[in-house]
């Protein structure tokens, strides 16, 4: 019997997966356990494995298609029964039924059914003897697809939910669109034509508009995957939360002594002990004296909940190829140097390598944005839903600081929090500040 491949869920929030790469083509063999295609979630990119060993068919999703969590993508059938892919149902010449080609195992009674209803029997799977398709299973996928048919004008116009879907994410006219599904249903693959062809007249219709670079093509690409949801996210965020703002300029003396004393040690660890692991090191403590910054603030029903965490889950973002990640350093609290550098070292080198896993980039309370590796001196970070707050932490460089006799050279840093103001207060978020200042000043309290 063919065993579905689905698009799984990875995480609790997830709702939809979009493909990357078929790893393995319609017609192989695939054993148990084995990557077949690679999976783009709204935060990282996750491997699929074959639920079954057997020969791969009835591919039904393409490389960047988005689909919903539970769909079935493909199937995975016995050796004995594999078959080539499934293609879409053929309506013959003159009035004779649609009728399935010879690879669709399907009853008499459900070919029928589906002839007359107008399904595509490559969406539906079947739960009979060796995968074939019943009467019970056209049912099923009537009540599940609830196809909405509506008259405009003389035409009586089918779509699948997913071309339905599509038609509204492009602003697309389903009535201008030509179906290929069975008795003219219009399916995804016609609206994301439409789309193009609509894009393409659109660029012919704007050819008197010279480029700024002579030869160059403006171009145009819908967000996908990560950089979608970096872009609704932060949106949401700049929308809803009114940020407040607060920078403190700090002196890294005593941190780079102390790190010439300490460096060879955490090495030895495993880690490296950079600004970064103080800089954490520093903000998981602050959070733990003033822990109304550790908190998140979420939307229930017609109100706000907030919840403060006894325990602090620091993210820490890391720029990536395709957008920001913000691995999670899990109760932070409770590591020490060495610790902390250790776990910052693995999270930042997989993050960049594409190898984290679902739960490393959830669950966070606090996050940290780090740009001193470029020459920024000081910019602000947008808070990171649904934490309360965040801090952006520039380059440290050398600085002519007046020590009440004459001017001397210092290392210094500037780190700007941005808060929440529904959740936080400006004296709480300065005395949180003014906490992770002197942490840094006098860091010799961070070993204690």
Known sequence: MATPVIMPKFGMAQEEGTIIRWLKQAGERVEKGETILEVQTDKIDMEVEAPASGVLTDVRYGVDATVPVTTVIAM???SAEASPPVTALVAPAGNESPIAPAEVRISPVAQRMAAAAGVDLTQVVGSGPSGRITKSDVASAL???????????????RATPAARRLAREHNMDLALISGSGPQGRIQAVDVEQGARNKEQQAASASTDVQPAVQGATPTGEPLRGKRRTIASRLSQSWRDAPHIFFTTSIDLSRVDALTADLASEVEAGGGRLTLTVWIARAVATALQRH?????????????LLYTQHSDVHLGIAVAVNDGLLAPV?????????????ARINDLSARARAGALTPDEVRGGTFTISNLGMYPVDHFTAIINPPEVAILAVGRAQMQPVWNGVAFE???????????DHRAVDGATAAAFLAEFKRLLEEPARLLL
């Open 291 to 303: 822990p109304r910054l550790n908190a998140w603030l979420q939307p229930d029903d017609d109100q």
């Open 143 to 157: 009540a599940e697809a609830k196809e909405v048919e509506f008259l405009q004008g003389a035409r009586l116009l």
């Open 76 to 78: 995975i059938a016995d």
């Open 409 to 419: 050279p210092q290392r210094r840093l500037q780190a700007t929090l941005s808060a």
């Open 329 to 341: 350093v899990q109760h932070a609290d409770g590591l020490g140097l060495t610790a902390l550098a």
